[in-house]
């Protein structure tokens, strides 16, 4: 009998263990509170690496399940629910929001917080925003993203943006500061949008004071991708397409320039090429239709104890300008590993840069030079030494260069290599009680050689017009390393599930060292040999180096979510400044108010409602080093002997009492939530306070110091506006859509400039565009302003009363007012006549998906500024003969009463800096759009992948501005080295191209 029972119950083991052992395959449909199916949710067997994701129509399908396996159900927003499998083959899942999972977890200064208990002004931006355009730095896809973020991009390619955060704080530099997975960095130029998880901006004070000495313009917070617990994924993302600028000036052609030549300047141009009929259309030569490709390969995967990620990236761009280009081979590594208390990681980038910039020629773009080029010339010939065709100044009368020469003659590349990374370890001492030692390193090295043969331009015998008798060649290489090491003790602490603390304390040493060496040669004998030599030689080199050490304390608290307190100090000491002010303490306090969490808002419709404030001190130490003691230059010569001997003098008058331009920062801000987050927005007020601004102010000649200037603490500089966020999301069946609009206010008033009376800079024939003074804006344009045309003699008597015998302003020239009343024109007339920085930016992202498809389109824009276009000058200046505009067809002569384009060869004045030049630059632009379709995963028959996605998407199609020029949006020049005084001016200045691109994405 004994025997039976074990028989039996061995029988019915074998039987248990049967069954339980049998997989099956269990699908279902999840959809949300509302009733709505949720495409993308992650399904996933919970301990395994077997998930899938639902689709556009939220089903499901997932094999190799047991009875005995848990499922579980999670999707942004929502709290997953874990379900035993059981007996079920279907199961379909309700997902409810969760407030914990609304509160989504944001990047701050050495360390994460939940959104509900930020205090501060951070705007975020995701990996699929930053996906979505397909651009060369980072950068630039911050434009539009962020409320109170002024991006400016330039179409030269591999040129970085101009960034604002909240306007300008400085008369210095204003650039923010970039924090790459903890790792300050000079910029993002290395690292490609497909390696970023997200992008966060920190504002005020709360947020940027931790940074203390570095956080005065803003931080923009960079984290990358890591790999995830489950099964390997495999990436690969690709696109390619062509780029072109499709705007041109309208110019004379040959027939109307002849004819212009003879009627304005009295002059017959009698070059054997004026008389070719050729027809020329320089600005055809010089533009191009630039290909653009990208390929990114990324493997990433993990488990519960460890996590890794690599990727590989290319991008090709071939510049809408010829001879331009840029080329990126990009690395990158991260990964981590836990076990038990012990945490180990590392991040690491590698990144090779290869850069054909745009050139200039004595001071002149290409643009410039393309306008003033005489169309009868063409652009090449081979009897010339170099190959090109430029004019004879005698012959042609004038002296424009050949701008595609200028670009195609020789070599110009730019290479750079950079290393960022970091490697820490964390210890949980005791439960809520961890340690973390950071180390961080950003390296680069630059080698930038150009090497130009000698070449003739001039065709005409024994005429060198445009000419260089001589191989030019220059070699500029240096390197610059910054290691930071940062150790920190964290402690996380809730008392009686209501009372949560955070207290982190903070030690951190930055070092920095940049070495230069900078080479030039010529070479009268050969036009092969690219080296340098001692024929024409010229020879710099300097290094220096910037350290800084700092103390950080910082506590947040919040009672149950509701009531939020967060305080910070920071001490910062800098090498930059003497022992006198080497030390500098910058504070911040912020409170915030969760009323959503209140309990009379139970029935509410909020889902989010949260009043936060916010005070403190954020410091600037962005100056040249040692001004703080004297130094010594070799840059000088002596005549000795009737010889240039080179020797050293005192360079600069050293000011020991130097100490920290001091921000400081008020923040005021309302965050809400509607009906389950599906319409959320944001409020936010600022006031930043900048004083003992870091200023140059010019010394007396009689010093006799060769800098001729002292750098000190002088002047405040106010800066305030507003923000605004709202964003809507909606999901349907088949079709869901969401928009997000942001858009930011930013006005600076000059406060005081201690002994000065004004700063200028940005100059342009001979005079200065841009001026900072007391009651003004930062940077504003300053010079005469326009009131017509005189038509008659009495006319131009009427206001030169004071200088009546006066002949070289006559009827045709422009009119000015007379500002000071004193019955002539002069300096003492100019007024403010622009403003280059914008009242508003905003930016609109709308997206839709129905089904497999998806459709994208982002809109950016700013208002309220304007734009000093110089090439006006160019296209209706007629100072001498030049190529020029077919508007000085129309130009003022005794038959032909014009009132807008003066006569030719005029008064001086009329080519003075003056609001003639002044045009408004507000624009808005159709930044990206982008149209996609993703295959269903059984479209071969089988599972080959788990995302399979084409798309066709065009960059900057349509531009409704009413600025004359190629591009109202101005980036950075390279006619002159870029300062925030050259901000709005347009030089000629590369403008954005038009791009087409077709791409793939696909994961397994």
């Not at 003992?692 to 750098?711: C, E, K, N, Q, Y």
Request: hydrophobic share 35%.
């Amino acid at each position: 009998m004994m025997k039976l029972k074990i028989a039996m119950i061995a029988l019915v083991m074998i039987c248990t263990q049967s069954v339980l052992s049998q997989t099956k395959t269990v699908s279902g449909t999840v959809i949300d509170s509302d009733g709505m199916t949720l495409p993308g949710v992650t399904i996933l067997v919970v301990g395994t690496s077997n998930g899938v994701t639902t689709d556009f129509d939220g089903k499901y399908q997932i094999e190799n399940v047991s009875a005995t396996d848990q499922l579980s159900f999670s999707f942004i927003g929502m709290s997953t629910q874990t379900i035993t499998v059981g007996a079920q083959s279907t199961i379909n899942v309700t997902l409810l929001v969760s407030a914990e999972a609304l509160d989504e977890v944001v990047v701050v200064g050495y360390g994460t917080q939940s959104r509900a208990e930020v205090t501060g002004a951070i705007s975020s931006i995701d990996s699929d925003e930053l996906a979505a355009l397909p651009v060369a730095t980072a950068e630039q896809a911050l434009q539009g993203r962020a409320s109170g973020v002024t991006v400016i991009n330039s179409g030269s390619p591999g040129t970085a943006p101009i960034v604002r955060i909240r306007g300008l704080g400085t008369v210095g530099n204003n650039n923010p500061l970039y924090v790459i997975d903890g790792v300050i960095t000079g910029s993002l130029a290395g690292i490609s949008t497909n390696d970023i998880e997200s992008v966060n901006v920190l504002k005020d004070a709360s947020t940027t004071a931790i940074y203390g000495s570095q956080g005065s313009n803003g931080v923009v917070m960079v984290t990358t991708k890591k790999g995830k617990s489950g099964k390997a994924k495999i990436s690969f993302n690709t696109y390619a397409g062509f780029q072109n600028i499709t705007q041109r000036y309208d110019v004379l052609n040959t027939q109307q320039y002849l004819q212009y030549a003879n009627d304005a300047f009295n002059f017959t141009p009698s070059s054997p090429n004026s008389s070719l009929n050729a027809e020329t259309n320089w600005q055809d030569e010089i533009f191009q239709s630039g290909v653009l490709q990208n390929y990114d390969l990324s493997a990433s995967g993990g488990n519960e104890n460890s996590n890794y990620r690599f990727s590989a990236g290319i991008l090709d761009q071939e510049g809408a300008v010829v001879g331009t280009g840029f080329k990126r081979y990009s690395f990158r590594a991260n990964s981590g590993f836990t076990s038990g208390k012990f945490k180990f990681g590392e991040t690491m980038a590698v990144s090779f840069n290869s850069q054909n910039p745009e050139l200039s020629d004595g001071g002149r773009s290409i643009i410039e030079h393309a306008i003033k080029m005489a169309p009868y010339l063409s652009v090449y010939n081979a009897d010339n030494l170099g190959g090109f065709q430029g004019p004879d100044n005698t012959l042609d009368g004038q002296d424009a260069v050949n701008p595609v020469r200028i670009m195609e003659l020789g070599n110009n590349l730019n290479k750079t290599t950079a290393i960022t990374g970091s490697l820490f370890a964390e210890f949980e001492i005791i439960e809520g009680l961890k340690f973390k030692s950071q180390v961080g390193l950003d390296y680069y090295s630059y080698n930038n050689n150009r090497f130009v043969p000698s070449y003739n331009d001039d065709s005409v015998a024994g005429a060198f017009t445009g000419s260089q008798l001589f191989a030019s060649i220059t070699k500029n290489t240096g390197v610059g390393q910054t290691v930071t090491f940062t150790n920190s003790l964290n402690y996380e602490k809730t008392i009686a599930d209501v009372h949560n603390f955070d207290v982190l304390l903070v030690a951190e040493k930055y070092e920095n060292n940049v070495s230069y060496i900078n080479a030039a040669s010529q070479n009268l004998i050969s036009d092969e040999v690219d080296q340098v030599s001692d024929q024409g030689s010229a020879l710099k080199s300097e290094s220096f180096e910037t350290n800084r050490i700092g103390y950080l304390g910082r506590v947040n608290y919040n009672y149950d979510g509701k009531y939020i307190f967060a305080a910070s100090i920071r001490r910062d000491a800098s090498s930059r400044f003497g022992e006198n002010n080497r030390w500098g303490t910058f504070p911040s306090l912020a409170l915030g108010w969760n009323i959503a969490k209140e309990s009379f808002m139970g029935d509410s419709k909020f889902s989010n409602l949260k009043i936060r404030g916010s005070w403190g001190l954020v410091g600037n130490d962005n100056i040249s080093n040692y001004l703080y003691s004297p130094t010594l230059t070799s840059d000088f010569t002596y005549p000795i002997g009737g010889v240039a001997a080179v020797g050293t003098t005192a360079a600069g008058l050293a000011n020991p009492d130097l100490k920290w331009e001091e921000t400081t920062m008020v923040n005021i801000g309302l965050d809400f939530g509607l009906f389950n987050e599906k319409v959320t927005g944001s409020i936010e007020y600022y006031k930043n306070t900048s004083d003992d601004l870091l200023m140059s102010r010019t010394t007396p000649v009689s010093l006799g110091f060769h800098a001729g200037s002292i750098t000190e603490n002088v002047g405040s500089v106010e800066t305030n506006g507003f923000e605004l966020n709202l964003g809507y999301n909606h999901y349907g069946d088949d079709f869901s859509w969401s928009a997000n609009l942001n858009l930011g206010t930013s006005k600076n008033e000059v406060k005081s400039l201690g002994q000065l009376t004004e700063i200028t800079g940005a100059l342009f024939e001979g005079s200065d565009i841009s001026r900072i003074s007391v009651g003004e804006s930062l940077f504003y344009f300053y010079g005469l302003e326009t009131d017509g045309i005189y038509q008659t003699q009495a006319e131009v008597d009427a206001v030169f009363t004071a200088n009546p015998g006066q002949t070289t302003v006559q009827p045709g020239d422009i009119r000015f007012v007379d500002h000071s009343g004193d019955g002539d024109i002069t300096s003492d007339d100019r007024v403010v006549i622009g403003n280059p920085y914008p009242d508003v930016t905003y930016g609109l992202n709308l997206s839709g998906d129905y089904k497999n498809w998806d459709l994208n389109l982002f809109i950016a824009g700013v208002a309220g500024n304007d734009v000093y276009n110089t090439n006006i000058y160019d296209l209706e200046g007629m100072p001498r003969l030049f190529g020029a505009g077919t508007a000085v067809l129309d130009r003022w002569t005794p038959s032909n009463a014009s009132n807008s384009v003066p006569r030719a060869g005029g008064a001086p004045q009329n080519v003075a800096i003056s609001d003639r030049f002044v045009e408004d630059g507000s624009y808005t632009r159709l930044k990206n759009i982008s149209l996609g379709y993703t295959l269903p995963e059984n479209v071969f028959g089988e599972k080959l992948f788990s995302s399979f996605r084409i798309y066709v998407s065009g960059q900057n199609l349509i531009t409704l501005s009413d600025y004359s020029g190629l591009d109202p949006e101005i980036g950075n020049s390279t006619v002159l080295t870029n300062s925030a005084f050259e901000t709005g001016i347009d030089r000629g200045n590369y403008p954005q191209p038009k791009t087409f691109l077709l791409g793939l994405q696909v994961t397994f």
